[in-house]
C-alpha cells in the first residue's frame, strides 16, 4: 500500500514508553516525517466476530466440529510480553469446547513462553483473566525441562524438533495470537505459538541460529521466501496444530479483526490483511530515526526493545543514527543475554565469538542488534538499564530524555531527515 512521505515539523514528540508513555522536545531546525500505525478501526461487536469466526472459520471444519468426540484440548497463549487479547478470546472458545464434551480438566492452557521466563500468578491473571485462571489449568511451558518434550523428528534442513508433550499429547492442539510486524519471522501469530513459543531449548536455540539470523529474507514484514517462516509452518505441522485464533489490534490495543481456522490459510489470511492495512512504504531512507520499544509490555527488558532499533534499521539510511527510548524496567533481560551484553565490547567482536560455535541461548537477539549496529550509529535512552551496562551498549547511553535528544541532534546536520516512530515495532515500513 502507498503512502505518501508526509513531512512535517513538531516541536513535541509523544512517544510509546513503558506504562505512561513520555513527551520529548525536538528542535524545530529539521525536516520531520512521524511514522505512526495507521488508523484502524475497532469491532463494532468483537464477541460476536469471535464467535461467528469459530463457527465459520477461514478454511476447514469449525471448532465445535473439531471438538466432537475428543477427550482433551491444549491452548497455546503468549505470555506477558504480548498484549494479546487472551481474556477476551478465550471465554467463547472455552464454551465451544465444554460443549462439545471436553470436560474442564481435559482443557490445559499453555503460556508459549519459548525461553522467556515463566509468569508470575499475577501475570497469569493478566494473560487469561481472572475468572479463567481460577477455573482452568492455567500451566507455563519450560523451554529447559527436556523431559516435558516430545520428540517428533527432524525438519528437512536438519531443525530436531522437540515439543511441550502437554500440547503433543492432547486430542486438540489449539493457539491463540495476534499478528503484528517480527523482526525475523516477519509476522507473529499462527505457527509462532507452537515454535518457539512450545519448543524445548535445543529446537528455539536452533532456530535462531546464524543461518537463520543472517538471512536477509528472515525480516520484518515478509513471509514469502522467508526460511524462518517456512520451518516453523513445518515443524506446527509435525505437531499437528488444528486451529487458530488469530487477531488484528488497534493502536489502542482492541480488536480489528479476527482469523480463525485451519492454521496456514487463518495466518496467511491475517498477515494479507496487516500487510494492507499497516505497510507503509517510504520513497528513500532517513538520515536519523527517533524510536521506541513500543512501551509495555514490550519494553519490560532491553532484550525485547532490541525489536524497535532492528524495524528503525529498514528505513535508517546506511551510516545513518538510531535513537531508542525502552523503559526497560525489568533490566537488560534474561540471565544468558545479561551475560553476554557484559562480556562484548562491540559488534564486531561478538559477530565474530559465535562464528562456528554451538548456538547459545539469547545469542539470537544480540546478533540481530549487531547487524543493526554495523548499520547505523546507535544510541540508547533506557533508565530501566542498570548502570554498570548503560556504557556496554555499543552505543551511547542515557537515562534522562533530554540528554540522550541533544546527544542525537549535536550529531546531525540542519538539513538531516528524521523520522519519529513513537510505537517502534509496531509501525510497519520499508523504503521502495
Known amino acids: 500500500m502507498e503512502r505518501p512521505d508526509v513531512s512535517l515539523k513538531v516541536m513535541r514528540a509523544s512517544l510509546a514508553f513503558g506504562r505512561t508513555g513520555l513527551e520529548i522536545d525536538l528542535p524545530d531546525t529539521h525536516e520531520y516525517s512521524v511514522l505512526q500505525c495507521p488508523s484502524i478501526a475497532p469491532l463494532a461487536d468483537a464477541v460476536a466476530s469471535i464467535e461467528a469466526a469459530l463457527d465459520r472459520p477461514i478454511k476447514g ?38 460443549a462439545a464434551g471436553i470436560p474442564k480438566n481435559g482443557i490445559h492452557i499453555l503460556i508459549a513462553t519459548g ?66 510486524p517480527h ?5 507473529s501469530g499462527g505457527r509462532k505459538l507452537v515454535a518457539p513459543g512450545l519448543a524445548a531449548e535445543a529446537t528455539i536455540k536452533e532456530l535462531h541460529s546464524s543461518r537463520f539470523m543472517r538471512d536477509a529474507r528472515a525480516r520484518e514484514g515478509s513471509i514469502e521466501d522467508n526460511p524462518l517462516h517456512a520451518e516453523l509452518l513445518e515443524i506446527a505441522r509435525m505437531a499437528r496444530h488444528d486451529f487458530i485464533v488469530d487477531v488484528s489490534l488497534t493502536r489502542d490495543r482492541k480488536i480489528a479483526a479476527v482469523f480463525a481456522g485451519e492454521p496456514e490459510a487463518a495466518h496467511r489470511t491475517g498477515v494479507r490483511w496487516v500487510s494492507s492495512a499497516l505497510m507503509q512504504t517510504l520513497a528513500k531512507p532517513f538520515d536519523a530515526v527517533i ?16 525489536k524497535g532499533i532492528t524495524a528503525a534499521s529498514q528505513i535508517v539510511r546506511q551510516g545513518g543514527n538510531i535513537l531508542l527510548f525502552g523503559a526497560c524496567d525489568e533490566g537488560v533481560g534474561a540471565p544468558e543475554f545479561t551475560r553476554m551484553v557484559c562480556e562484548h565490547t562491540s ?86
Open 183 to 187: 523482526l525475523m519471522l516477519g509476522f
Open 291 to 306: 524510536t521506541t520499544g513500543a512501551g509495555f509490555p514490550l519494553d519490560m527488558t532491553f532484550y525485547q526493545s532490541i
Open 347 to 432: 559488534d564486531a567482536e561478538f559477530l565474530k565469538s559465535i562464528e562456528g560455535v554451538p548456538v547459545t541461548v539469547d545469542q539470537w537477539q544480540l546478533e540481530k542488534l549487531a547487524l543493526a549496529t554495523q548499520k547505523a550509529k546507535v544510541s540508547y535512552c533506557v533508565p530501566g538499564v542498570p548502570e554498570q551496562f548503560i556504557g556496554g551498549l555499543w552505543g551511547p547511553g542515557f537515562r534522562n530524555p533530554s540528554d540522550a535528544v541533544k546527544a542525537l541532534f549535536a550529531q546531525l546536520p540542519a538539513s538531516s531527515r528524521i523520522a519519529v516512530v513513537p510505537e517502534g515495532p509496531y509501525v510497519l515500513a520499508g523504503v521502495a
Open 61 to 98: 471444519e469449525s471448532l465445535a466440529s473439531l471438538a466432537t468426540g475428543k477427550s482433551s484440548a491444549a491452548i497455546s497463549v503468549c505470555d506477558i510480553t504480548r498484549p494479546a487479547p487472551n481474556p477476551v478470546v478465550l471465554p467463547p472458545l472455552l464454551r465451544r469446547l465444554q
Open 115 to 180: 525461553l522467556h521466563r515463566a509468569a508470575t500468578p499475577a501475570e497469569i491473571r493478566h494473560i487469561v483473566g481472572e475468572e479463567i485462571a481460577a477455573n482452568f489449568e492455567v500451566l507455563n511451558h519450560d523451554a529447559r525441562n527436556a523431559a516435558q518434550h516430545r520428540r517428533l523428528g527432524t525438519t528437512k534442513s536438519g531443525t530436531p524438533v522437540f515439543v511441550d508433550e502437554r500440547f503433543v499429547g492432547a486430542d486438540l492442539h489449539l493457539s491463540l495470537g495476534f499478528i503484528e
